[in-house]
């Protein structure tokens, strides 16, 4: 009962963060509200005591689907928050914090059941870097969003609703690739970590994850050189941004959903 009361209180934290900042940013030339501030501390934080509740009882144990997605998040609004205070992420923290709410309350309410293992120093620091990446890359796929949506109003001559308060497209894109090279960097050093901590990065019940991930990783390499080489942007950038990240997804809840909830 008591994390249920939490994990209403972390939605309702969220949902106004969102609700306020959607309703400021339009009137403030996109500034941050500080209600929403606020309001999206005090959610990460009471996300931050349900996902580590999870993680002690599962004591380290690979979670479950639901709960992945619950931790995936958590770290999502996270560096997403941090970025906020050199980056205008506003935009994104507006779409990011009604999904993390709705994560929140299905992981209270329907819970995974997996068996607790401990698993070795060098596990826990690559599925540290591997949450990370992904947190990164989520944030870089919203922002290629709303790039892909500012560029479509641009072309079309249209300047209405949302991008009406968005930074210029030249410094959305910038902030796009910067998001992308230290995903990239991450993701890099997950995949490297795996191979050197895992005995079972090639074995057949994870050999897909590692294939998609690696997929991902050519994916997101060939944009930033063709970034830097060929000047690629907007439309190209977009499209191989979700692309690489929809790799992501297959290669990290994809493999969880089918183990889990297909298999199982």
């Not at 009406?164 to 030249?170: E, F, I, M, S």
């Not at 796009?176 to 993701?187: K, Y």
Request: glycine share 6%; aromatic share 10%.
């Amino acid at each position: 009962m008591t994390a249920l009361i939490i994990a209403l209180a972390t939605a309702t934290a969220y949902l106004v963060a969102a609700g306020h900042q959607l309703y400021y940013a339009p009137r403030h030339r996109g500034a941050s509200s500080v209600l929403a501030l606020s309001s999206g501390a005090l959610a990460i934080m009471l996300h931050a005591y349900l996902v580590f509740g999870a993680l002690q009882s599962h004591a380290l144990a690979p979670l479950g689907f639901i709960e992945a997605s619950s931790l995936a998040f958590l770290l999502t609004n996270v560096v997403a928050a941090l970025l906020l205070v050199i980056r205008p992420l506003q935009t994104v923290l507006i779409g990011l914090f009604p999904l993390s709410a709705l994560t929140v309350l299905v992981s209270v309410l329907a819970p995974s059941e997996i068996q607790a293992t401990s698993l070795a120093p060098g596990v826990v620091i690559h599925i540290a870097c591997s949450l990370s990446a992904n947190a990164l890359l989520a944030i870089a796929a919203m922002q290629a969003g709303l790039v892909a949506l500012q560029d479509r109003q641009l072309r079309r001559h249209h300047n209405l609703g949302v991008t009406r308060w968005l930074p210029p497209l030249q410094k959305m894109e910038r902030l796009l690739f910067e998001l992308l090279w230290i995903g990239f960097a991450v993701l890099s050093l997950a995949i490297i970590t795996g191979f050197v901590f895992l005995e079972d990065m090639l074995a057949q019940h994870v050999a897909h994850k590692t294939v998609f991930t690696i997929s991902a990783w050519l994916v997101y390499a060939s944009l930033l050189w063709g970034h830097h080489q060929q000047g690629w942007r907007s439309r190209t950038a977009v499209k191989l941004t979700l692309a690489g990240f929809s790799l992501i997804l297959l290669a990290y809840f994809g493999s969880k959903f089918v183990l889990q909830w297909l298999l199982d």
